[in-house]
């Protein structure tokens, strides 16, 4: 595959924002290895089942920057309005290897996610 890292990043963004989650799944590595704010996902499976679940539940959502790293990396920053949560604004670093994604790390702020239920709420154990 020819793709730069960039390309790959916004296919799996286009994918995955058009509800066209077998194309975005197919585009992460099977050894795929996430880092995000709340949850943890052992496998490509578990990762993309939320996505899906999560993804499903995006009214909108609006590319704000795409940036090209050095080497085998790209960075989206994007805005998503999910239902009954709100506007969230998400960096998400994409790490690529041989046209696939081998890492994905999302920064955002969790404290509307927390107050929504998802993940430990704010301050500590459940």
Not at 24 to 39: H, I, Q, R
Request: contains cysteine.
């Amino acid at each position: 595959m020819n793709d730069s890292p960039l390309d790959t990043a916004l296919a799996y963004h286009n994918a995955w924002t058009s509800a066209d989650f077998s194309t975005a799944a197919e585009l992460l590595s099977d050894d795929l290895e996430v880092d995000v704010p709340l949850n943890v996902y052992e496998t490509k499976e578990d990762f993309v089942s939320a996505l899906t679940s999560f993804g499903g539940a995006a009214r909108g959502i609006g590319l704000l920057a795409s940036l090209e790293g050095v080497d085998h990396d790209a960075c989206l920053i994007y805005d998503m309005d999910v239902d009954d949560l709100g506007t969230l604004r998400v960096a998400e670093h994409l790490t690529i290897e041989n046209g696939r994604i081998s890492a994905l790390r999302q920064i955002h702020d969790t404290a509307v996610l927390r107050h929504a239920g998802f993940g430990l709420p704010l301050g500590g154990e459940k």
